[in-house]
């Protein structure tokens, strides 16, 4: 796995950044286009759903995570 690259986001009209693995953040990418989200969209409600104690970055890791075993599962 690649050591994690910077990306920029808007979430609820403001500009943030996470870092992410080109892994996690290409099937972030793949999981936007499959539900027919933005990327901001998609990142505003997982950043909706974290607890205070998961960072953005881990949120979408664990979202990337999770979906797949859906899909894996279904």
């Known amino acids: 796995m690649s050591r994690p690259v910077k990306h920029s986001l808007t979430l609820h009209g403001h500009r943030t950044s996470v870092s992410l693995e080109p892994e996690f953040w290409q099937a972030f990418q793949l999981i936007a286009k499959a539900r027919g989200l933005p990327l901001n969209a998609l990142a505003a409600e997982i950043d909706n759903e974290r607890g205070v104690d ?3 970055a ?3 890791r664990v979202y990337v995570l999770e979906y797949t075993q859906n899909q894996i599962n279904n």
């Open 54 to 56: 998961r960072g953005l």
């Open 58 to 60: 881990s949120a979408i």
